[in-house]
């Protein structure tokens, strides 16, 4: 019962914050017509495309795929432009607004649902994403049940994907970096990739006037400077 009562309330917190954040201004510095945030923006396709490719292979229309915490459903609509076959494709998320907004903004078929992973047989996935919503997990237990559920969610072969920050933000006691050290307690395999990417934002935003090749220099030279990182994970045959 104490852990039921704790997942719930985690799960408000969690509520909690996206509805401020998202009637906050501080969303403008997340606007995307901003140059950093398409630079990010198109650095984490590439990233992503290249790892895809590279795992379940390019040919996502027969892929059976769950995007965990899907928010507005980005992710899904980029899958969707990659050939993903909408029909294939479910999202789940706990802000029933940003549901609303995945479904007015994404073509027909995928399926949505708001609350956890459990509406979807175990086994029945061939990818499972996961774009920067462990870092909004604090409680650990609540960390380690949601990584179970992708597991076991996936078929034998599939993959789980997980895009998220590699440092804690000092300035933002609500969400708390992804380590090593957890992705592979959660999901014990010897096949899985990770790569880093994009240079931190304060810094980004401070050159969004430089010149382009001062930031990609930075990245590329100073991998210390990117905060996030895609990690990749198969589950065994």
């Known amino acids: 019962m104490e852990n039921a009562d704790n997942h ?31 630079e990010q923006q198109a650095a984490r396709w590439r990233t992503a495309g290249a790892m895809l ?3 379940v292979g390019p040919d996502l229309s027969l892929l059976h795929i769950v995007d965990v915490g ?28 940003r549901l609303e907004q995945a479904r007015l903004r994404t073509a027909p078929g995928v399926r949505w649902h708001l ?3 459990d509406f979807t047989p175990a086994g029945s996935a061939d990818l499972v994403i996961a774009n920067t919503v462990f870092s909004s997990i604090l409680d650990p237990g609540m960390r380690t ?11 034998p072969g599939g993959w789980c994907m997980v895009f998220d920050f590699r ?18 307690r959660w999901w ?29 220099l930075l990245t590329t030279f100073l ?5 996030h990182f895609m990690y990749m994970a198969r589950k065994p045959d």
């Open 223 to 227: 991998p210390p400077l990117r905060s």
């Open 70 to 97: 899907c928010g507005s459903g980005g992710f899904l609509r980029q899958l969707i432009s990659w050939g993903a076959d909408p029909a294939k494709l479910a999202g789940t998320e706990y802000q029933a607004e």
């Open 8 to 38: 719930l309330n985690e799960q408000e917190r969690i509520r909690s914050v996206y509805r401020d954040w998202l009637a906050n201004e501080r969303i403008n510095a997340y606007a995307w017509h901003r140059a950093d945030v398409m």
């Open 53 to 55: 490719a590279g795992t």
């Open 145 to 155: 049940a949601l990584a179970a559920d992708m597991w076991r969610t996936l078929a």
């Open 115 to 117: 609350g956890d992973l």
């Open 188 to 216: 014990p395999t010897s096949d899985a990739r990770r790569q880093t990417l994009l240079l931190a934002p304060p810094i980004a935003r401070r050159l969004v006037r430089a010149p382009r090749l001062l930031g990609e």
């Open 167 to 184: 440092y804690n933000n000092p300035r933002n006691a609500q969400v708390r970096r992804v380590g090593q050290d957890e992705l592979r």
